[in-house]
């Protein structure tokens, strides 16, 4: 656990919970809270529950049990409160899923326009300087399809982050990237993560993991294995379950 | 030929009710399937399983029966209304079955990714509906719509059988008179084929049209 003394309220707060896909015990009491401007990295074996954890968190997913709090607010079950909450929780998903039939710029337009009442003129500004950032001003007018992979996933952060959100999941943003299109993402991730951000990742980038996560969860058939700093988490000192894990996936 | 050039004033009325029939009841249909499919997508259960109900029925029973049980045992019940105007409602009411199958086909070519992602960024679900869903499934739509309607045009000629005068009828009177069935049917259906092909040919262009450029 972080050093950090948990006075303030965290941002993220997942209390007890449990969900069942079937007779899948996928997530079982798992209890996890993340402060604000921390980064907290989840990893973990394929099936072991971390994009479910993930997804709990703007209710993607619903629980069976146990509470999901974001910024000390239990997430509604439905209905308008909960496109409240989720428009405050910013999420980049593994395929981009950009809008295919609008263009870049009115991909992150929409969202501030027709969910905040942002003006038009207004959104379409600061649409542009999140395109500037992320890299891809010049794409603006372009549709989804026209752009790389690695475009596509820096336009869908940029779209999240329109929203000005309290915090923002990447559930295996790079998964489904070119590995020379990994870099472009991670790099986006990275400055957002110096820059104080709120940060759930769900990844296999353990570079990523070492360099921008203030606190590693490693996940294993639906349980929480180990928490812990990146240095100390990778230097192996961990669980057995966590050292097999580590020697599988950093020999390659 | 000259069958049809003596008859043309009869044969012309027949084709005016074809197109009334025609264009009325595709109104209909995709007014009434558009209700069915959002019925049918919708979160209440119960609308769920009433419009399935409603394409299973009407997929499932032929259209001629459904017109015979309009024209002969709806008067029964009490409810008379003109022949054409019965052949209208039961070709809307079946018609809309095909229309909210091929919208539904359409909401699924949307990426099930790009509604989560619309759902995330806090939209409601008429907003993710109206705003990313429709606008997408309308472009799958437009091609699949066109053959509804082709197939709608081509049922017109089964009211027929229950006396409405439209073009098949009114070709098949000046038959019985004439007796010369190559050219009167021939070109009976050669205004069939063409109205076939202005339905074929405005789907295609209102496809590309809205067509995503990929």
């Known amino acids: ?252 | 030929m000259s069958a049809l050039v003596e008859n043309w004033p009869a044969l012309l009325a027949g084709l005016g009710t074809t197109l009334l029939v025609l264009v009325t009841s595709a109104v209909g249909a995709l007014v009434l399937g558009t209700l069915v499919v959002v019925a049918r997508v919708s979160p209440v259960p119960v609308l769920r399983a009433a419009a399935f109900g409603y394409v299973q029925v009407l997929v499932n029973v032929p259209l001629l029966a459904l017109l015979l049980l309009a024209v002969f045992a709806l008067p029964d019940a009490g409810l008379l209304a003109p022949l054409t105007l019965t052949a209208i409602i039961v070709l809307t009411v079946y018609e809309a079955a095909y229309v909210a199958e091929a919208l539904r086909s359409g909401i699924n070519t949307v990426p099930r990714g790009q509604v989560e992602a619309s759902r995330a960024l806090g939209f409601t679900l008429s907003q993710t509906l109206r705003l990313v869903v429709v606008p997408q499934a309308a472009r799958a739509v437009v091609q699949p719509l066109g053959n509804v309607l082709i197939a709608l045009l081509m049922n017109t000629a089964l009211a027929a059988t229950v006396g409405v005068v439209e073009l098949t009828s009114a070709v098949n009177k000046v038959n019985l008179v004439q007796a010369e069935p190559i050219p009167i049917f021939g070109a009976a259906g050669l205004v069939y084929m063409a109205l076939a092909l202005v339905i074929g040919l405005g789907a295609g262009r209102i496809e590309k049209r809205v067509a995503i450029r990929r």
Do not use: W, Y
């Open chain 1, 1 to 252: 656990m972080s050093a950090a003394a948990p006075s303030r309220t965290p941002m993220v707060s997942l209390q007890a919970v449990d969900k069942h896909f079937g007779a899948l015990h996928v997530l079982q009491s798992v209890d996890l809270d993340v402060a604000a401007g921390e980064v907290v990295v989840v990893i973990g074996p394929s099936g072991s529950g971390k994009s479910t954890l993930c997804r709990t968190i703007n209710r993607l997913e619903s629980v069976d049990s146990g509470q999901v709090l974001v910024d000390g607010v239990p997430v509604p079950a439905e209905g308008a409160a909960l496109a409240r909450l989720r428009a405050d929780v910013g999420m980049v998903f593994q395929s981009f899923d950009l809008f295919a039939h609008k263009t870049v710029l009115d991909n992150l337009c929409l969202a501030p326009v027709m969910v905040r009442g942002t003006p038009k003129a207004q959104a379409r500004r600061e649409a542009m300087e999140l395109l500037e950032r992320v890299g891809i001003a010049d794409k603006a007018g372009h549709l989804p399809a026209q752009l790389s992979g690695g475009q596509q996933q820096r336009a869908a952060i940029a779209r999240a982050l329109a929203m000005r959100p309290k915090v923002m999941l990447f559930d295996e943003p790079t998964s489904a990237l070119d590995p020379e299109m990994v870099a472009e993402v991670l790099a986006v991730m990275t400055s957002l993560a110096d820059e104080g951000m709120t940060m759930v990742v769900v990844t296999h980038e353990m570079g990523f993991a070492r360099r921008a996560a203030d606190r590693v969860v490693f996940m294993d058939a639906g349980r929480i294995v180990e928490v812990a700093p990146p240095e100390q988490f990778f230097a192996g000192g961990g669980s057995e379950r966590t050292r097999s894990f580590l020697s599988a996936v950093l020999t390659h």
